[in-house]
């Protein structure tokens, strides 16, 4: 790797060597950092649970219901890279709390919405504000906080916010659905990022990217992630050969490889390819790709495992994900101390064949099988997994990078996950529905018509049939954390992260 691609741009430091206040406040910075990355994720799960109460409140065709997640989803993971590279350009955490404004406003305005276009929209601009403060989030975490000990523990906070941000979600959705109304999924936002808002004062700016932006490469870049994404939704709403998917798949197509050519060639560019000399990086991206696609997955197929066919309520659901919380807490916490001792492969990739395991123990479901002894357990198996794999990733992917690039560093693995799940959905919904048609013909209807007329013997064969294929769904999430394992142990070869004493910047590769 060449030495413009690994060194660090100097930071202004204070007598010890560490960024200014990084001595003070790390504790408030570290909860400010921890807050909006918790809030941008849930979000992603958060209004799932409420849909059915939505649905009733503004009449929402069936059609128009699936935007009110996907639009979000869309907005979010099309706008990541500028959002990271205007954070390089106009400051970190300026950005960050024009996120944070953006993404409050956007829930104010979603509590309010009166109809279903005003919520769709209100959800765009969610995702706008979330794809601004996101990568800025994780860069301010590299200049925030010294190298060594205090990073670590904080990119082990950051990694659990990331992990356990959907079942929070489902959780909380769930109670104040219940408890309150609708509306509040969007309303207990504005508490949160008034008080991000208040706390951003305690991080750390660094040195800003000299360039200017790149208008070429922001059109071409965002158009083809748009449309990626768009036709990766679409192809597991609609089916995969529709005219209207191929030919997002074929703007997609061309409008990145216009990408890849424009940042090739331009001074200042969206995307510095440089960022990508480095193999340990680039594996890093690529198994936040894996990780994102059967962790969402999971997340989807279990929530309608455990209310179609155990018959549980909202609150109960989130309730029942409580162990993954648990879980990627435990995981991350303690890799997080791991990374100074152990290689990063050495954890990851052990932590993705334990989630592997745990997607094949979840693959054994059935339609009576009990919570406390197969759910529960395969559910703190998994999130243990998953845990022991986000914070060297996440590590990976923003160690030795220049605080110049850290921005759009971050915004790549924001993205590779996003793009991860939104792939990993659609495919393992197909591959779901699939299956459960096997078993019985147009099962999803057949199990709905059931439960309508109490038709207890008809119910009983459309439960099975949906088992089967969530458990379909589990074995392909199982081979896509195998996926990140093969990754790991072929592409990632850095060392352990230096220790909290004397640390010196971590070089990758």
């Known amino acids: 790797m060449s030495a413009d691609s690994t060194a660090v741009t100097p930071v202004p430091t204070d007598a010890t060597g560490a960024p200014p206040g990084a001595g003070r406040h790390l504790g408030l910075a570290l909860f400010v950092i921890a807050a909006a990355q918790l809030m941008v994720v849930l979000d992603g799960t958060i209004t799932n649970i409420a849909l059915p109460s939505i649905q009733t409140a503004l009449d929402v065709s069936d059609a128009n219901l699936a935007w009110i997640v996907n639009s979000y989803a869309l907005a979010f993971g099309g706008l990541l890279l500028i959002g990271g590279r205007a954070g390089d350009l106009f400051g970190r955490r300026r950005m960050f709390q024009v996120g944070i404004v953006l993404f409050t406003l956007a829930s104010l305005l979603g509590g309010l919405a009166p109809n279903e276009g005003l919520l769709i929209g209100a959800r765009v601009l969610q995702g706008v504000g979330a794809a601004i403060a996101a990568p800025s989030a994780l860069s301010l975490i590299t200049t925030t906080f010294p190298e060594g000990g205090p990073r670590n523990r904080a990119m082990g906070v950051y990694a659990a916010m990331a992990g356990i941000g959907a079942t929070v979600g489902l959780l909380l959705g769930g109670v104040l659905t219940d408890v309150l109304d609708w ?7 504005i508490p949160i990022g008034l008080a991000v808002l208040a706390g951003t004062r305690t ?5 800003r990217d000299r360039g200017r932006l790149d208008i070429p490469g922001t059109l071409t870049g965002t158009g083809g992630l748009i449309a990626l994404v768009y036709g990766i939704t679409r192809g597991g709403e609609h089916g995969w050969t529709e005219a209207p998917t191929l030919t997002c798949f074929a703007l997609a197509a061309v409008l990145l490889v216009a990408f890849l050519a424009v940042q090739s060639r331009t ?4 995307m510095p390819l440089r960022l990508f000399r480095d193999r340990n990086r680039s594996g890093s991206y690529a198994t936040m790709l894996f990780i994102g696609a059967g962790m969402i997955a999971t997340f989807y197929f279990l929530t309608l495992y ?7 309520s909202a609150v109960e659901t989130g309730f029942a994900n409580l162990p993954f919380s648990l879980g990627m807490g435990v995981a991350a916490a303690l890799s997080a101390k791991l990374v100074t001792r152990l290689a990063p492969r050495a954890i990851a990739g052990p932590g993705l064949l334990v989630a592997a395991i745990g997607m094949f123990w979840f693959a054994t479901l059935t339609p009576d099988s009990s919570y406390a002894g197969h759910l529960m357990p395969a559910m703190f198996v998994t999130a243990l997994g998953l845990g022991m794999g986000f914070v060297p990733m996440t590590l990976g992917a923003v160690s030795g990078v220049d605080h110049q690039d850290a921005g759009i560093a971050s915004a790549l693995l924001n993205t590779a996950q996003q793009i991860g799940g939104a792939l990993g959905l659609a495919v393992l919904s ?4 699939s299956a459960a048609n096997d078993r019985l013909p147009d099962a999803a209807a057949s199990f709905y018509r059931a439960l309508a007329t109490h038709d207890r013997a008809a119910a009983a064969k459309g439960a099975e049939a949906l088992t089967h294929g969530y458990t379909m769904a589990f074995v392909g999430a199982g081979v896509m954390f195998l996926a990140g394992v093969l990754v790991t142990v072929l592409a990632i070869t850095a060392g352990r992260q230096q220790s909290p004493e004397g640390a010196a910047p971590v070089h990758l590769g």
């Open 203 to 207: 991080l750390v700016e660094a040195e």
């Open 306 to 312: 455990l209310q179609l066919i155990l018959g549980y």
């Open 183 to 189: 509306r509040w999924v969007f309303f207990v936002n």
């Open 430 to 433: 197909t591959v779901s529905a």
């Open 267 to 270: 001074a200042h560019p969206m």
